[in-house]
């Protein structure tokens, strides 16, 4: 589990899937109280090499450092299959991997930083990136980077990439880099720091990740039924509503549901009662159009976990 930016938004989810568990003080593992489980918080970065040695069976980091990762272990060999699966996207932890330079330079597209001096804590993708830039151009260093040496490819390239911890985006102002590859949210930072993005190389969010060789599979299962079931539920609302059977034909066309509208009789002869989930970002306009049609007692509901086929 991520220590940083995603921890609360992951304890969020984990509260809505019932794993319980208490976590004390300067400890990094939780034992939780429900299930045969234990939780471990670790950086993002690190949670992907856990998870694809088959230390951890399941992780919640960003889909940017698992392509990192898969980046920087491209062809390494192993006794056994290594490696991570992306079971779930999260939808949380929005954000993008980009190229950066100077606002007041002379920098208008990446190829303008090949040949130069680039950081970042993103080694893997930057070389990848720069290295296809470099090959589309001529260079070798593509070559090197789809035989899967990135150590190699990093030599061969005439991009300069340079490893920063941390403040990325102060390299640029204390002349350590002509550009930096580095994670963008609202981009606050980025302009604060007095840079523009000029390229996008990964779109992330938060995912759900599971070991090629898990532990207990049938356990890995049950944890991400749970967590699939959360994140329907935040996704969608149930509508419940009253209608004439006459215009029940029009309202449901509004309201298909997931798979099927669950409809019952009322004692009131010729009117129904329907339910239905519909997608939170729609169900403004969905009410609307159903008091359109004719429909009453229009009602929603939240949804508070799922299980959906």
């Known amino acids: 589990m991520d220590l940083g930016r995603l921890q609360q ?37 690190d949670i992907p090499t856990f998870v694809g040695e088959g230390r951890v069976d399941l992780g919640i980091t960003g889909h940017d450092q698992v392509a990192e990762h898969q980046a920087a272990t491209a062809g390494e060999a192993t006794e056994v299959e ?5 079971v779930l996207d999260l939808g949380f932890g929005k954000c993008r991997l980009q190229v950066q330079v100077p606002e007041k330079g002379d920098i208008s597209d990446p190829e303008g930083l090949v040949g ?44 300069k990439i340079k490893y ?18 580095d994670l963008v949210e609202s981009g606050e930072t ?11 190389v990964v779109e ?29 539920a935040q996704k969608y609302v149930l509508c419940q509503y009253n209608i004439p059977r006459s215009l029940l034909e029009k309202a449901t066309a509004l309201t298909p549901g997931k798979r099927a509208p669950t409809i019952n009789a009322l004692e009131e002869p010729d009117w129904v009662a329907v339910s239905s989930m519909v997608s939170k970002v729609d169900i403004a306009v969905v009410m609307d159009k159903l008091e359109h049609v004719g429909a009453t007692d229009i009602l929603v509901l939240g949804i508070a976990n799922s299980r959906t086929g």
């Not at 930057?126 to 990093?154: C, H, P, W």
């Not at 102060?170 to 350590?176: E, I, K, R, S, T």
């Open 9 to 45: 938004p992951t304890l969020d989810l984990l509260k809505g899937a019932d794993i319980q568990f208490h976590r004390h003080s300067r400890l990094d593992i939780a034992l939780c109280l429900n299930l045969q489980i234990a939780l471990v918080f670790l950086p993002a970065a």
């Open 82 to 86: 290594a490696g991570v699966e992306q």
């Open 116 to 159: 130069k001096n680039v950081v970042t804590s993103f080694v893997g993708l930057s070389t990848a990136y720069f290295s296809k830039l470099e090959g589309d151009q001529g260079s070798i260093g593509a070559e090197a980077m789809v035989n899967g040496d990135l150590l190699d490819a990093r030599k061969r390239l005439k991009t």
């Open 164 to 181: 920063v911890g941390g403040s990325v985006e102060a390299a640029c102002a204390l002349g350590v880099a002509d550009g930096i590859v």
């Open 190 to 200: 980025m302009k604060a720091a007095g840079l523009k993005a000029i390229a996008t």
């Open 204 to 232: 992330s969010t938060a995912v759900l990740i599971k070991s090629k060789q898990p532990s207990n599979p049938e356990l890995v299962d049950l944890i991400t039924s749970r967590i699939r079931g959360v994140i329907m």
